[in-house]
């Protein structure tokens, strides 16, 4: 079973569509019962889009990963 850290380090592969299928269903089943987890997946992905339609790029900009990955996690 993945735990929280696992599931945050593989959050942006996971939102990339770079996991293996094994991998997404750990992470979904993951995210299907973990509450923070799940919020943070909705938040990241909301980011990704609004990049996405911005950039017209399919990957967020290293810098703007960075920078999501030093908020604050509550
Ligand atoms: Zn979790």
Redesign the pocket.
Known sequence: MS??NE??EQLYEYLDRELSTEEVCEVQA??SR?P??FELERFESGVIKLVRRRCGSERAPEHLRERLLTVPRS
């Open positions: 735990d929280c599931v945050t993951h995210l973990c923070s987890c």
